[in-house]
């Protein structure tokens, strides 16, 4: 019998708030995280983004100051809430530190310190660079507030980044090298992101409108998520499947006929021992420009028809890139324990080219399964099956 | 599956121009002589992406398709890869930086989707008309290890071959603290289930494990030692001196914290 792996805790924070209640009850509220740009960095750019409050004020522990960057504030804020701390110690009691292993996403980790060390002129030294910057900073900084010592690795594959954890997390349970995983993602805002997508010409001037017929470009956000994965144990949800794979197509557009995302999804079913029919709700990558969101769907209409319901919610946290894969898979977990799915907010009406099913409105739902897309530059995509916790 | 198959070695770094060259050099049957390494060209990419392609790409791109030298096109698009970077490209790093303290802040589009971590994974994908999956994994200096344990779980979890790259660059004078390096470096090894003895051409790999270091890493090769130390991606080399030299016996890569990644190799 296949096992599956078992989201024995989780939390989250992102523009919509900090820690489950608050998330939950802007979903719920259809109050969107978005609010016109005040990063103070990039005050002159006209924008939306989701900004998570505090973090500029925001202290590590005076034992971790070496590590302070708006990254790891961001990572230690969602650290505390919802009991996760709590819930590592136990499985640090029942396996051992050395058998955790951690696995996070970011895209550009805590870039902003080199950006604004930069500016003025007293750049950073190695070590300050080690413990903010480097790709693996966040993930060294979580293994040591958490006092884990099992494999770790930071997985960078753009916004699919967070997503592919999942997927590396259990190979790695599999292959024995560990015995449970802390599973994330974490990215802050940074002048690299907000001017590249810029550059892109795909930075929305207003709050992004995902599959909206007048849709113009993403709003980017901030956002972390961690989860505890563990065999054998109760838990709020669980892993059913990942699915990998490339779309060989270009750099940072993606495939117009969905065909590597079709290829994720199909991937992820297949490993969850799944139909599109068993699927109940897809949390859409839908970032909100006209390419990405019309690909997607091409794929949608590829592997689910016109049946199965979708929504984006990046209209409420905006696009955390590195960290809307366990983002949005924490929403699947929401949906199946709440029996409710959130729509598409800001879509007012869906593009008349799209055929998929896409909600805009949040309502209750019976929903079993689910599914959530995250796809990125370089062509990656990951799709993960969610299943109800037992 | 306690063993895997090496099915291909691939290098390229300042005098080593290729597995061939440099399996003669680490198996102490030629000598090693530095020379600049030229401009690569990604043959395999079309026009525009030529262009492009950054340096991290350039070199992980032909390390790979040393590594595959001789597979049909059909078989290399469907092989799943993992890319190891400690650092990432320090080239593209520095310029998007220098972009951003401008007033205008004008980021070209090139530049940031060759800022990404995966861009060599992607610019390999798009050469390969590699649909299959690929990820792009940092553990600073244990990127080396940490990536042959993802292609290794990889490979056991599908039972098919893995081919695992993994590369780091000098950084630009104005960044040379970040990445301690002075010479590039990358190798790719293509990986299968190793209970396939036809299949295994450099011998295999097994009894793959963390431990605590109870004996410290194995040191780098004495003859490339001194242009190498400190290229995360090159804490390969003690690795790829056993396969070269067809060598059973234990080595230790550095990994995280002061554990080491144990294996033995076998001919």
Redesign the interface.
Known sequence: MTRFLNITACTLANACGTGWTAVQRALRDGQSGLRPNDFEPAR?LETWIGRVDGLESAALPPHLEAWDCRNNRLALLCLEQDGFVTAVQRARGRYGPERIAVYLGT?TSGILS??QA??TSS????ED??HR????AT??FVRTYLGV?G????????CSSSA?VF??A???I??G?CDAAIVGGVDSLA??TL??????EVLSREPCRPFSADRNGISIGEAAGFALLEYDQPGEARVLGVG?????????SPHPTG??AA?AMT?ALAAAGLTPEDIDYINLHGTGTLANDAAEDAAIMTVFGTATRGSSTKGYTGHALGAAGITEALLCVMALNEQWIPGTLNCRRVDSRLGSRIELESGPARVTHALTNSF?????NCSVALGRGS | MNALAVVGVGIRAPGLPGWVEAAAILAGVASYEWKELPRLMPTTLPMTERRRANDTSRLAIAAAADAMAGLPAESVAEIASVFASADGDGVVLADLLAALAKPERMVSPTLFHNSVFNAPAGYWAIGANAGSASTAVCAGKASFAAGLLEAWAHVTSTGRPVCLVAVDIPFPSALRGFATGTNAFACALLLGPGDDEQRSPYGRITGLRVTLAEASASSLPSALADRFEGNAAAAALPLLERLSRRASGTIALPYLDNKCLAMETAP
């Open positions: 002159d895209s080199t950006e930069w500016c750049p950073l030294t190695q660079y080690q910057h480097s790709m693996y993930t060294a010592t494999p770790a690795t930071t997985i960078s594959t753009a592919k997927g590396a259990k190979r790695a599999d292959a090298w002048l690299s001017y590249g997508f810029r550059a892109l990998e794979s490339s779309d060989a197509f270009h750099m940072s065909a590597g290829h991937a990125g530059f370089g062509g990656t």
